[in-house]
């Protein structure tokens, strides 16, 4: 177990994290310390650079992760992020293309594997850290077992090490050594019927169908009327909104203004962000966001979607966060999606209850990649991965 992990700058298993080791694991390296040639691979193997503005590049990408990325426990769902999402998650202000690391076959030409890398600011314990996040690890179903993902993960760090950045967080359903912080998804039926006919939620004796529907219902109108989609001239307050909320997580991001911009400003099918604004000022007092990421429901006769919204970050100082996620459900329902999924992180635990969640059979583990810190809670917790 664990072959690989044993030999990588992360936390162990069987290692207990004190004040004395905080910090980068692995010595100090500089630029020129790393190796020039990219990992050598078996020979009917090659690297590639995936081109994700080239719309067939992408194209192929959204093929191999629909057919062979993450599913849950019981292989019922797979994630299934749109073109359009991907290219957006994966090319943020800064961005480096040949972070978006290809395995082909030589003779095909065929798309195998992905792993992407994006920079990102995190602020870790008060201070910001400009690291890597890694994200869309993924091998081709028939070529599982065959310790792909290691090389992946070596091309990867080395092509971020290359530009001076030595740390990265990445998180996983799985347990690997060792997570930092381990969060639980929760869910909000929208559609309770059509969750329960593909098998993502399901009735008891006492729930049953038409019950299920009344408890879920929602009114067809917000209640904070003066909630509207996030526009241009928003940002620099809204940055200074959530900047100003995630500075006291423990691990959280950071945002300039041009990132807030690329990742919260409205993209159809893909990130929605809704604000209340000062009347005197016009700044930004109140966000709610989420993300749109769809799953293949696996052989089912009927339904092949499952449309999904994720809770991205929210912020809340004139009303109650309560409030304003309860707007966004309705919201959510209303432009048809059927569950709106979120993590017990940040203050989400707070509406959790109220608001009719109920705990999911997933875990998402948080790591770092050559840095040690103390766990911290879920709530301690300011990152969402997409
Ligand atoms: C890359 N960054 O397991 C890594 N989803 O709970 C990403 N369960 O949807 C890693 N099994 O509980 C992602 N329904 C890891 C997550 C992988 C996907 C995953 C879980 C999260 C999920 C659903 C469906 C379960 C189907 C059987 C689930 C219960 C919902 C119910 C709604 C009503 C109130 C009670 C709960």
């Not at 395995?103 to 798309?111: A, F, N, P, S, Y």
């Not at 994720?310 to 999606?337: H, P, W």
Request: with cysteine.
């Amino acid at each position: 177990r664990h072959k690989f992990w044993k030999d990588q700058p992360v936390v162990q298993m069987d290692e207990n994290v004190n004040e004395k080791k905080i910090g980068a694991i692995d010595q100090e390296k500089t630029v020129e310390e790393i190796k020039k040639k990219p990992f050598s691979l078996p020979s009917h193997y090659e690297w590639c650079v995936v081109d994700l503005m080239d719309d067939d590049k992408l194209h192929e990408l959204y093929l191999l992760l629909r057919d062979s990325y993450v599913e849950d426990d019981d292989n019922m769902f797979r994630f299934d992020y749109s073109e359009s999402f991907l290219r957006w998650a994966m090319t943020p202000p800064g961005y480096h293309p040949e972070w978006h690391i290809g395995l082909r076959l030589k003779k095909t030409g065929k798309l195998l594997a992905f792993i992407a890398g994006m920079p990102i600011s995190l602020w870790i314990n008060g201070k910001v850290h400009h690291i890597s996040e890694i994200n869309f690890l993924c091998i081709y179903q028939k070529l599982r077992k065959k310790d792909l993902a290691p090389l992946l993960i070596q091309e990867a760090t080395r092509r971020i090490n290359k530009k001076n950045i030595f740390q990265a967080i990445y998180t996983a359903g799985r347990l690997l050594p060792k997570p930092f912080a381990s969060t639980t998804y929760y869910h909000r039926s929208l559609n309770p019927k059509k969750l329960v006919h593909v098998g993502f939620s399901y009735t008891t004796k006492l729930m049953t169908i038409p019950r299920l529907v009344k408890k879920n219902a929602l009114p067809s109108k917000v209640k904070n009327t003066r909630l509207r989609p996030l526009q241009e001239s928003d940002v620099e307050s809204g940055t200074a909104l959530i900047n100003n909320y995630l500075k006291n997580f423990k691990v959280s991001m950071y945002f300039s203004e041009e990132e807030f911009a690329w990742w919260f400003l409205p993209r159809e099918k893909v990130i929605n962000t809704y604000v209340i604004t000062d009347p005197e000022s016009g700044n930004v007092t109140d966000l709610v966001s989420f993300y749109t990421l769809n799953s293949s429901v696996l052989d089912h006769p009927k339904y092949k979607t499952l449309n999904a919204a994720y809770s991205f970050y929210n912020v809340a100082t004139t009303v109650e966060l309560k409030e304003l996620v309860n707007d966004v459900l309705i919201l959510a329902k209303n432009e048809n999606y059927d569950v709106y999924n979120c993590l017990n992180i940040m203050d989400n635990q707070d509406f959790l209850d109220d608001l009719k969640f109920g705990q999911g059979d997933g875990l998402l583990h948080y790591y770092l990649f050559n840095y040690r810190i103390l766990p911290i809670l879920p709530k301690e917790l300011g990152f969402t991965i997409l």
